[in-house]
C-alpha cells in the first residue's frame, strides 16, 4: 500500500487492522497481534494540488448557471467541506455567514451532525456571494427554512459526483483546466493558501474552523471576526477581478 497510497491512507488502514487483530485476541481466535510491531513504512507523496487565481477566474467566469455558480462560490470563498455544502438549509444562512450544523452524503441529510465538534461554526459569506444568494432564493422560491439550498428533483441532498461530472467538468474541459482538480476539496486548501499573507494564520484557521472554537448555547449569535470579514472581501475582489461587493453596497447612488 505505501507504494501507492499517501501516508493519512495507510496509516488509517494500520490502525483499523491493528483494532480488527486486537479484538481477535482478545476473543481467543489469535494469541498475539502481530500488527502490534509493524511500523509505518515511507510512503507515496501525497500530492496537494491547488487551482491558482487566474484558472478560478476563468472558470467562474465560464459558469453562467445561477445556481452551479452559487455552488462553486461557496466552495471557493466559503471554503467548506463536500459535506457540508451538500448539507446547507435556507435555516443555517444566517444573513452574512452560514452556521454549518449539518452534512449530507450519499443523498442522505443528517441533522445536527458535522465532522468534528470544531466544525460547528459560522462561516463568512462575501457580500458578492450573498447577492448570488438572494438571486438563487428567488429563483428556488423554498417553501420552509429546512429545505436545501442545493437539492437533487426529489428534494434529497445532492450527489457531488453527479454535479461535478454534468455541471462542471464539461465546462473544465473546453477551458482545458483538469477537471480532477475542481473538487470542493482542492478549492477548500486554495482558499487557504490564498491568504495566508491576506490574514493571519489565526484568521485562515478560523475561516477553515481548525481552530478552537466554543460552542455554548449562544453559537447562533457567535459574530464573525473583522479581520476575516476583509481578508475574505480582499480573497474574492482578486480572484474574481472585481470591486468588493461589500464597497459596491457603500457607494452613493446616483
Keep these: 500500500m505505501a507504494k501507492t497510497y499517501s501516508e493519512p491512507v495507510v496509516a488509517r488502514t494500520r490502525v483499523m487492522l491493528s483494532g480488527i487483530l486486537e479484538e481477535a485476541v482478545d476473543q481467543e481466535y489469535i494469541d498475539k497481534n502481530p500488527a502490534r510491531k509493524v511500523f509505518l513504512p515511507e510512503c507515496k507523496a501525497s500530492r496537494k494540488p491547488l487551482l491558482p487565481p487566474e484558472t478560478l477566474r476563468r472558470l467562474l467566469s465560464a459558469i453562467v448557471d445561477t445556481r452551479d455558480r452559487l455552488i462553486l462560490l461557496i466552495g471557493t470563498f466559503c471554503a467548506v467541506r463536500t459535506s457540508e455544502v451538500l448539507g446547507l438549509t435556507w435555516g443555517s444562512y444566517l444573513g452574512d455567514s452560514f452556521l454549518i450544523q449539518n452534512i449530507a452524503w450519499e443523498g442522505k441529510l443528517y441533522e445536527g451532525k458535522t465532522k468534528t465538534k470544531k466544525s460547528r461554526a459560522s462561516v463568512y459569506v462575501p457580500a458578492e456571494i450573498r447577492q448570488l444568494i438572494a438571486t438563487w432564493k428567488a429563483l428556488a422560491n423554498p417553501q420552509s ?92 475582489a482578486d480572484v474574481l477581478g472585481v470591486l468588493p461587493a461589500a464597497k459596491l453596497e457603500n457607494l452613493p447612488i446616483k
Design 145 to 236: 427554512e429546512d429545505e436545501l439550498l442545493f437539492s437533487s428533483r426529489a428534494g434529497t441532498p445532492m450527489s457531488a459526483r453527479n454535479f461535478f461530472q454534468r455541471r462542471i467538468y464539461p465546462i473544465a474541459k473546453i477551458l482545458n483546466i483538469n477537471p480532477h482538480l475542481v473538487t470542493f476539496q482542492v478549492l477548500r486548501r486554495s482558499c487557504a493558501t490564498r491568504n495566508q499573507k491576506r490574514g493571519s494564520m489565526k484568521d485562515v484557521q478560523e475561516h477553515l474552523r481548525h481552530a478552537r472554537i466554543e460552542t455554548t448555547g449562544n453559537v447562533y449569535m457567535q459574530p464573525v471576526a473583522e479581520s476575516v470579514r476583509h481578508m475574505m472581501e480582499a480573497d474574492i
